[in-house]
């Protein structure tokens, strides 16, 4: 069970796959063809199936509307680190969400709610089924560990987004449980964490090389860090990162530009990273399109899409010399590192470095980029979290270290940029860790929700529309709504 096929595994299961993409009763997934001929009555028998439905489920995650447009939108357009990008008339919509005046009906709101449903159909079908399955006992309860994952993954991608949402533990068995309400944040908060203690408990500390991908011990800590994170319990916070820490197994990339290069997927700081690969005689299985929409537009077969640009707010905010800033920002009209030409006659004055993937990789017939994995969770957030949550619970020591250890890499050796931060002034020290987020994980989709966890919406993005008490989250798609027959409820202000 390597990568390869984890890439190849998403059609698997035929129609058993498609039975709740979302929460109303859509015709598109009841008449969903089987692609493989298999009924779940026939499937779910032996480890081979068991085997199948864990690489359907990673599969899936790299799907448009899990790493493309709907994400883009939802996820990193609504910051003052972003621009839309592309040309003004091209997916001009994703500025109503840089502007916050998107409306219900919007395209990408439902892409990525039946996106994240889709992938908590895998994992809901794997808990359900694979217990039932004879087999090797101790890969039974990796994959159910690996599928609890997931589901926390895509619950806290959910649950932050549009807080009421549908929680849903069980695949539906009859059209009668295909309509579901929605629960309190909170409901959704407590299944993430119980599903993450469990997956904590069980998965591995590291792969062999054909499984890496899969999500680890480490994987399951870390999102565990992250989820304490956004509801302020800084004593779990601290407890989850010093784990992730502990295990001993990640460490720092010394190269901050290179990291996010193809030749170094998987490395020493990548805790879960979504796999992607150029699979040879096979574009259809090769079909992420992270890189592909947000690389440089250029007039290059290697040309992408140029779409979730730097901002010039961005760029501003990086401390003179910090390295991170050309490893962040490909500049038009300059060569990259790997020696790209970026044409000055490109549209945009900016593009993402860290989604880049050289010219010289891309193959015909196959999306730009398509081998460029999405990273998901790294080392330095983790030391990022710790010191953020240290300080907020008074314990400045233990911040200032962590808080070091990411700005020491940055540096490279050169002492005469980004000194370190020595105030132990709580209120300081949180300006210095936040400044630190924003330009450590800059264009990684942590930025828009990190403002509104901070409670800073109305500060930083008040100019770009934000209204307090309703751009906090997203509205609820109108379609789902109008699929529940009403029993979905908009978020408040929204139409």
């Not at 994980?441 to 008490?469: K, N």
């Amino acid at each position: 069970m390597n990568s390869k096929k984890i890439l190849q595994g998403s059609t698997i299961l035929g129609l058993v796959i498609a039975l709740a993409v979302s929460q109303g009763c859509k015709k598109s997934f009841l008449d969903t063809a089987k692609s493989s001929g298999t009924t779940s009555a026939q499937f779910w028998k032996t480890q081979a199936d068991a085997t199948s439905a864990i690489n359907a489920m990673y599969a899936d995650l790299h799907n448009w509307n899990d790493i493309a447009f709907a994400p883009i939108a939802i996820e990193s357009m609504g910051s003052d680190d972003v621009t839309k990008g592309s040309i003004p008339i091209d997916a001009s919509f994703m500025n109503e969400y840089r502007t916050f005046t998107v409306t219900s009906g919007e395209g990408q709101l439902d892409g990525f709610w039946g996106g994240m449903y889709a992938n908590i159909n895998f994992a809901n079908q794997i808990i359900d089924n694979i217990p039932a399955i004879t087999m090797d006992e101790s890969l039974k309860a990796r994959y159910i560990a690996e599928a609890k994952f997931i589901r926390a993954y895509d619950y806290f991608r959910l649950v932050r987004a549009f807080g009421n949402i549908t929680l849903r533990l069980h695949p539906p068995k009859s059209i009668t449980e295909f309509n579901m309400g929605q629960v309190p944040p909170a409901q959704v908060w407590a299944q993430i964490e119980t599903d993450l203690t469990d997956a904590a408990s069980v998965l591995p500390t590291t792969y062999a090389a054909a499984d890496i991908g899969h999500a680890s011990k480490g994987a399951a800590l870390a999102l565990h860090a992250k989820v304490a994170l956004y509801q302020k319990k800084w004593t779990d916070v601290i407890n989850y990162t010093n784990q992730v820490t502990a295990l001993g197994v990640y460490s720092l990339f010394p190269n901050f530009e290179k990291m996010f290069r193809t030749q170094n997927k998987n490395n020493s700081e990548s805790i879960f990273e979504i796999q992607n690969q150029l699979i040879p005689n096979n574009p259809a299985a090769s079909n992420s399109q992270y890189s592909q929409v947000q690389m440089p537009r250029v007039t290059v077969a290697a040309g992408g899409w140029g779409f979730n640009d730097p901002s010039q707010n961005l760029i501003d905010a990086f401390e003179s010399g910090d390295p991170r800033l050309a490893a962040t920002v490909i500049v038009t009209g300059t060569t990259t590192p790997e020696g790209d030409l970026i044409d000055a006659s490109a549209p945009n004055p900016y593009y993402n470095m860290k989604s880049y993937v050289p010219f010289a990789e891309y193959v015909s017939g196959y999306n730009q980029g398509a081998q460029q994995d999405k990273i998901v969770l790294r080392y330095a957030d983790v030391l990022l979290m710790n010191a953020e949550a240290n300080n907020e619970a008074g314990n400045s020591t233990e911040a200032l270290a962590a808080l070091e250890q990411v700005r020491a890499r940055a540096r490279q050796g050169n002492n005469a940029i980004l000194p370190p931060v020595t105030t132990t002034d709580q209120g300081a020290l949180r300006i210095a860790i936040q400044h630190e987020r924003r330009v450590e994980l800059a264009m990684e989709f942590e930025r828009h929700f990190d403002i509104i966890r901070w409670g800073l919406g109305s500060q930083i993005l008040g100019t770009q529309g934000f209204q307090a008490g309703i751009n906090e989250v997203w509205p609820i798609p109108q379609n789902e709504i109008d699929l529940s027959g009403g029993l979905l409820k908009q978020n408040p202000g929204y139409h």
